[in-house]
């Protein structure tokens, strides 16, 4: 009774102004360039592999990964949307290429040009980027150099 006509209109202004927020944001913020930057290939690691790093990325990785590239990175996981198809981490066909910094740059800003796979940039630091990159690097896809 008390918001009457006047709290509805209200409600549906406010409603109109986020949805035009949310469309001139989405129009302004591609989700980024075509393909990784070149520079990105030519990144090290922040530190070596070990068995730790593999360890904590593995962690990560069921957190972060394995809905959509499969249990053990195959790309096999039945829980990825349809319309897209996970890399399978564990072959030699690397898209986007393989080097640490690559998989670095992929980890934090996601998989051009689509972008179905989103970055993880603000929600993990670096060093569990790195962490992530040398697990992947360790499933077995990326001949030991
Ligand atoms: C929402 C599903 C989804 C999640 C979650 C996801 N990915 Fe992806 N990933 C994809 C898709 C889709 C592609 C691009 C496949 C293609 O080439 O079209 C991709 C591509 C990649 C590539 C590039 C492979 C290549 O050959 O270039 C790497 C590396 C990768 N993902 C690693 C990861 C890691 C590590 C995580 C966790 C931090 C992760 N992904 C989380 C869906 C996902």
């Known amino acids: 009774m008390t918001r009457g006509f006047r709290g509805i209109f209200a409600g549906a202004a406010v409603s109109w102004v986020v949805a035009a927020g949310v469309n001139v944001w989405a129009q302004a913020a591609p ?3 075509a393909a990784v930057p070149a520079e990105a290939a030519k990144m090290k690691a922040a530190f070596a ?7 904590a990325g593995k962690q990560l990785y069921t957190k ?3 809905f959509c590239h499969g249990n053990t990175g195959g790309g096999d996981s ?11 981490l564990t072959d030699t066909t690397w898209t986007r290429g393989s080097s640490e910094g690559v998989l670095f740059w992929v980890i934090q800003n996601g998989a051009p040009p689509k ?3 989103k970055g993880l940039k603000g929600k993990i630091t670096d060093a569990d980027a790195w ?7 360790s499933l077995g896809g990326v001949p030991k150099s």
């Open 64 to 66: 972060y990964c394995r």
């Open 49 to 55: 592999s070990s068995p730790a790093a593999i360890e």
């Open 115 to 117: 972008y179905d796979m």
């Open 78 to 88: 039945t829980m990825a949307p349809k319309s897209m198809q996970p890399s399978n």
């Open 131 to 137: 962490n992530l990159v040398h697990y992947v690097r």
């Open 31 to 33: 989700a980024g360039p």
